[in-house]
């Protein structure tokens, strides 16, 4: 999966990316670059899963993260141009007061920066979308196209949405209508994480920040949701050793990194699970989206288990981690067989059986 990190200038943005990917990045006009990293989902449960296999391997599922720079005014368009392929947009706003941190608009005011960022993607899409209607209309005066006529009916919906200041991510669209315009890599359709960049004072009262900034139009929306972090003590601490990084955590009174809360924000907004695979060579995490069948899970292993898919053997990761083994949760009866059309649940430890 790949997510795309945007956000005015010097809001935060290598910084929660620094956070994410525990990279490193400086240097001079290197901190305002696009940089792409990995970054591992946290998962506890893994290591859990592994003290009963010892494997050769632990694989955490992983999202890739862009960070874009270059997003002043003057070349906003072409630093949102390199976020086509993203599926889901983090939007950092700066809420932290600091005089030495310039910022461009020259006073803090997130809901603003928000705002006026948003309209930057809406009015991205309504360019698209008024360029497609121009060539649309041209060929359906040409012939008649049922296909082309439901495209027409849709854009002008999302057009009318663009032009009532809302983004296309809270459109009510029917599948066939999301369908006749799924070739189009609508900016503001996309999932947005409004990552809310706090100075270090507040780091032990993250619960409210929604509040007390004033930004509770950001919450509740669909397809959207606010995660407040501390930017710059975050940073630091992905940089430590996890048990200094631990004590620091506790000295500001925060239970956990922000990492985990991002990702765990990230997964829950797009409606995805983590399944796993156990064995001596590999203990391994995999990501498929809720509701997904065991079928579907299986081609994120590998096409073959797909096509090859004869059953799915499954067992809780805490049934087998208290059985001990494979073979004692068996005879518990914790293991279950099911078919390709199994609903793989979060936390579901599945051995695929499969032909060729
Ligand atoms: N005080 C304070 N400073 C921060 C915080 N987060 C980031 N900064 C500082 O703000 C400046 C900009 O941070 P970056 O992460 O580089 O911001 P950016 O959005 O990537 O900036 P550009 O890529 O240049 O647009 C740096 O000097 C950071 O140290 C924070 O939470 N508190
Ligand atoms: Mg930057």
């Not at 698209?128 to 040409?142: F, G, S, T, Y």
């Not at 940073?235 to 985990?260: I, T």
């Amino acid at each position: 999966m790949e997510a795309g990190i945007i956000g005015l200038p010097q809001v935060g943005k290598t910084t929660l990316f620094r956070i994410l990917t525990k990279a490193h990045v400086e240097g001079k006009g290197g901190a305002s670059a696009t940089h792409v990293g990995v970054a591992k989902v946290p998962e506890p449960r893994l290591l859990e899963l592994a003290k009963l296999y010892n494997p050769k391997k632990v694989t955490y599922a992983t999202v890739n993260y862009v960070d874009l720079g270059g997003m002043q005014k003057e070349r906003m368009r072409e630093a949102l141009a390199q976020l086509r392929e993203v599926e889901v947009i983090a939007h950092v706003i700066r809420v932290f007061q600091d005089a030495s941190v310039p910022h461009s608009e020259g006073r803090i005011d997130p809901l603003r920066d928000a705002t006026n960022l948003d309209l930057e993607l809406m009015l991205s899409d309504h360019d698209q979308i008024v360029r497609r209607l121009e060539r649309v209309e041209k060929d359906l005066k040409k012939k008649r196209d049922p296909a082309l006529e439901l495209e027409k009916t849709v854009l002008e919906k999302c057009k009318a949405q663009l032009e009532a200041e809302k983004p296309l991510r809270e459109v009510e669209l029917t599948s066939e209508e999301r369908k006749s315009i799924g070739g189009f890599l609508f900016l503001s359709a996309r999932p947005v994480l409004y990552v809310l960049n706090l100075g270090d004072e507040e780091a032990d009262k993250l619960d409210t920040a929604v509040e007390r900034h004033k930004l509770g139009a950001l919450q509740g929306k669909k397809n959207a949701a606010v995660v407040p972090i501390c930017g710059r003590l975050e940073a630091e601490l992905a940089e430590m050793e996890e048990k200094e990084a631990a004590e620091l955590l506790a000295s500001y009174g925060l239970k956990e990194p922000g990492l985990n809360r991002l990702i765990r924000a990230t997964y829950d907004l797009l409606g995805l699970i983590q399944f796993f695979t156990a064995g001596e060579p590999e203990v391994r995490a995999w990501t498929v989206h809720k509701g997904d069948p065991a079928v579907k899970a299986a081609g994120v292993i590998h096409s073959d288990i797909e096509r090859g898919f004869i059953r799915a053997e499954v067992v809780r990761w805490n049934d087998l981690v208290a059985a001990g083994s494979i073979a004692a949760a068996k005879e518990k009866a914790q293991v279950r067989l099911e078919g390709k059309e199994y609903v793989v649940q979060e936390g579901d430890v599945i051995l695929f059986r499969h032909s060729g």
